[in-house]
């Protein structure tokens, strides 16, 4: 199947945003979107866990799992593959980019369980992507993530000075203007015919 | 037997871990677009809840305490293929529903924070009936969220009647509906739980640093400052 490798990217961005449209990595952009640098530094992490997370499943999916027919192992093995990465990645980032570990480290072992980092391997096989393409849709979701997170970050500092009814404070508050934001994001739909 | 009915009931409404706890709130946005794909995904997380919690505990005393959470996620991993294969095979429908959320039920957090929280100190009794609890809480909170939903994004419960009860406000049923009948939800639960608890507060932050493994990664601050090593 062939696939156009710039709607790929821009699909994962915009129309069909992770965050956004799919709900995959509800969590960080809820919890850790309350300023924008760290909502910034976390969302690098996880494009970087993203690209790292799919170099290493895809070939052990087609290497490893298809020719043996062991494609239901495909869950605990690729959340396995991801938690070992994560680590592996923190200790050689430790040990030889100190600078980067300190930008991305403490976002790291939050992102194991980040259903949007196990969400784009198994999404990349599911759609049938090839290599090139599985490491294109996941930088587009990743950085979807990362337009998310940012806008998002931005419109919660502004929240914090509004004069919201008492109930709705904190929680509510931030799902109804997550609500918002994704409606904005509703305008992509159809974009490109994707 | 007050403890065991206390592990049980306390997840139904007391820690309701999608209301009051605010855990797992992908699934809980993401397949609650119908009545019927919300009961499904609920009872799905909580067959790997109470299964992962009764093996856990009967592990509690083998895992070594330094690899504890590796292992308590093979073991999840393990039963959500189960899930996945039954699902597969007996419910196709369903599963061409829930997609890829039923995968992803390995990082609902409500799973591995019973696991770490609770299931890996208590006997296998406790650990079954809090499994079962919390998964009550979760498939209720779902059902409850499906059925607003489905009403007023498509004007239909459960798929009845044909044409529909009332004119379909499609906006609830698209991702931006589904944030704000949580965030009106939770508004309400914390409302209600006011009135009814006198020493209830609401929670007011969600995400990792209010996810019961925080203490775990130790890293679970908002604001990204640094703790500990």
Redesign the interface.
């Known amino acids: 199947m062939e696939h156009n490798l710039f709607l790929i990217v821009l699909g994962g961005l915009l129309v069909n945003n992770f965050v ?13 979107s ?2 924008i ?2 909502a910034f ?2 969302s690098l992490a996880v494009i970087f866990v993203m690209l790292m997370a799919t170099a290493a499943t895809w070939p052990i999916q087609y290497f490893l799992l298809d020719p043996n027919d062991l494609g ?5 093995v690729f ?2 593959i991801i ?1 070992t990465l994560v680590q592996l990645v923190e200790i050689v980032l430790k040990k030889f980019v100190p600078p980067l570990y300190k930008a991305l480290g ?2 790291l ?2 992102i194991t ?3 949007a980092v ?2 784009v391997t ?2 990349n096989i ?1 759609s049938g992507y090839n290599f090139g393409e599985s490491m294109l849709n996941s930088l587009g979701a990743g950085l979807g993530f990362l337009l998310a997170m940012v806008m998002f970050a931005g419109v919660r500092e502004r929240l914090e000075a509004a004069d919201i009814p008492e ?10 203007a ?3 934001v ?2 904005s994001f ?1 305008g992509f739909q159809g974009l490109f015919g994707l | 037997m007050g403890k065991y009915s206390a592990a049980f009931t306390k997840g139904i409404l007391k820690e309701n871990p999608t209301l009051r706890l ?1 855990l797992g ?2 699934p809980t ?2 397949v609650t677009t119908a009545v019927i794909s919300g009961f499904g995904m609920g009872l799905a997380a909580t067959f790997v809840l109470v299964c992962s919690n009764i093996v856990i505990s009967l592990l509690r005393k083998i895992i070594p305490d330094k690899v504890r959470l ?1 292992a308590f ?2 073991v999840i ?2 039963f ?2 189960i899930v ?2 039954l699902m597969k095979a007996y419910l196709p429908s369903l599963n061409e529903l829930l997609g ?1 959320y039923l ?2 039920i ?2 609902n ?1 409500i799973i ?1 924070g019973r696991a770490e929280a609770f299931a890996s100190k208590n006997s296998v009794g406790l650990a079954a009936l809090d499994g079962l609890g919390m998964g009550v809480g979760f498939t209720a909170a779902l059902t409850l969220m499906g059925a607003i939903r489905e009403l007023l994004g498509n004007g239909t419960l459960c798929g009845w009647p044909e044409n529909g009860l009332m004119p379909a406000i499609t ?1 609830f049923a ?7 009948v ?3 939800l ?2 309400l639960t ?2 209600l739980s006011t009135r009814l608890d006198k020493g209830f507060k ?10 019961p ?1 925080a203490a775990t ?4 601050s ?3 400052e ?1 703790h500990g090593a």
């Open positions: 956004l449209s799919q709900f995959l990595g509800i969590c960080p952009f809820l919890g850790v309350k300023k640098g760290p530094g976390m239901y192992l495909q869950t605990i959340i396995l938690a403490i976002y072992p939050l369980t980040n259903c196990l969400g198994i999404l599911n109930g709705l404070k904190g929680v509510p508050s931030t799902l109804i997550a609500s918002l994704s409606l509703l | 605010i709130t992908c946005l993401a590796p996620i093979v991993a393990g959500t293929t996945q294969l890829i995968p992803l390995v990082v957090c591995l906006v698209l991702p931006a509906g589904g944030f704000f949580f965030g009106i939770i508004w914390n409302k609401p929670k007011q932050t969600i995400g990792c640093e209010s996810c493994n990664c130790g890293k679970g908002e604001g990204g640094q």
